[in-house]
């Protein structure tokens, strides 16, 4: 993390609203308030999506009660849309936006593919990876950073909408470490299912070991809904 991240970041406005149904492949259906935003900090399309009652949530928030439920999810066109196994992408979304509708909040989705690599980058990472390196070593011959992501647009997202209080929805320190720093309190980090197959076993492994995600592999493989108790500390 830089120094950079402590700088104030300007604010964010919302552009257009947006009602989108929502059916995923298992049949599961929600709606989803979708927001697009003006001045966010890299230009890039994020989304905000606001789920179940997520006004109430704020509301609740607001008079002290528990923090709007939060996912910043990164895009992952090969697991979110293609349903590649060799990552965990796609059933954490699917995870995400059931739980957070069931209590109101957000997911983010934001537009950083390959931990902020890119698309084509990622996937001759995945190249290096058959060749023997783990998920951060490729990123690092590849002469990138191991994460690139920033989580400062999708601070500007929350708080546009008051939301500088949330439980994190992730396995991820670093996601705390910055919302944190561009003033989004992290009141609570909730941690999300085990997704675990043969093809992804060494993606999750190196996350655990590397990046100090939370992550128990050794009970094997959880459906969320089975395991979605547990919280890191
Ligand atoms: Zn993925």
Known sequence: MTIELLHRHPAASVRTHVVVPLRFHDGFTTTADVYTFDGLADEEEHLLLGLGDWRGALARSAAGGAAPLVRPHSECLTGDVLGSQRCDCGPQLREAVERIAETG????????????????????????????????????????????????????????????????????????????????????????????????ARYLGAKRDHTAHTLDLGLGTHLFGSDVAGRAS
């Not at 023997?132 to 990123?139: F, I, K, R």
């Open 105 to 200: 909040g957000f997911l983010l989705y934001l537009r950083q593919e390959g931990r902020g690599i890119g698309l084509y980058a990622k996937l001759d990472a995945y190249a290096l990876q058959d060749a023997g390196l783990d998920t951060y070593q490729a990123n690092l011959a590849l002469g990138r950073d191991e994460d690139e992501r920033d989580y400062r647009a999708a601070a500007q997202m929350l708080l546009a909408f008051g939301a500088d209080r949330i439980r994190l929805l992730s396995n991820n320190p670093d996601k705390a470490i910055q919302l944190d720093a561009y003033g989004v309190a992290v009141a609570e980090r909730v941690r999300t299912g085990v997704h675990l197959s043969q093809a992804n």
